[in-house]
């Protein structure tokens, strides 16, 4: 129940945001549209297993006011797929195991513009899990039998954002930034020894409409 009222919650907010970036009059104003590719994994292994990195898929939208001195803030809100590879290795055997985590992704950042197109840009996120499932192969030498199962983590993850980007006149945009999560995901990890949270990059495409050129 707490994750529809979560997801309920940025809907309302980003709807007079999106809104009120489609009125023509407003030149300063606009929204867009964005998709790309994440790499994710997880923080702090255990010492015989080793978190790599997992590629998955970014659609969003995004609503940003252009603020003086070559200063904007950006409004976004996204589906990002995420989680990361969990290579377990010992003398004797080898596993692997995927994370696959689908989160409803929120980020604030503010831009720097140092010319026209290129920018800089910081901010934080607040991500609301819709999925969280392993797939993993418990035993060694038989590939076509895995195992699926859902996994419980907390209900909102957190965390800052860096990132550089580039704007062209038509409209198409791209970005690199990169995700930090600072919310311990998984409170009972390693008996709580340990935090294990999301980290990140993330590459897109994006294009807006109705931007003064």
Excluded at 27 to 35: F, S
Aim: overall charge positive; glycine content about 10%.
């Amino acid at each position: 129940m707490k994750r529809y009222f979560y997801f309920t919650t940025l809907i309302l907010f980003f709807l007079p945001l999106i809104t009120s970036a489609q009125q023509n009059d407003r030149p300063n104003h606009y929204w867009g549209l964005r998709a790309g590719l994440n790499a994710s994994t997880l923080t702090n292994p255990p010492t015989t297993i080793e978190y790599r990195f997992k590629p998955g898929l970014y659609v969003g939208g995004y609503y940003q006011r252009n603020l003086k001195r070559g200063m904007a803030v950006a409004f976004e809100l996204g589906y990002s797929q995420m989680g990361a590879y969990n290579i377990f290795s010992s003398p004797y055997s080898y596993d692997k195991t995927v994370f696959k985590f689908n989160y409803l992704t929120a980020p604030i950042t503010f831009k720097k513009y140092f010319t026209k197109s290129f920018y800089i840009q910081l901010g934080g996120y607040l991500s609301l899990p819709l999925s969280t499932k392993q797939k993993y192969w418990p035993w060694v030498g038989f590939p076509n039998h895995s195992v699926k199962e859902n996994i419980g983590l907390t209900s909102l993850d957190a965390g800052i954002i860096g990132g550089c980007g580039y704007d062209l006149p038509n409209g198409l945009n791209f970005s690199f930034r990169y995700f930090n999560g600072l919310v311990n995901i998984e409170p009972q990890y390693l008996g709580g020894a340990k935090s294990l949270r999301n980290i990140y990059f993330q590459f897109a495409v994006g294009y807006s409409f109705g931007k003064k050129k």
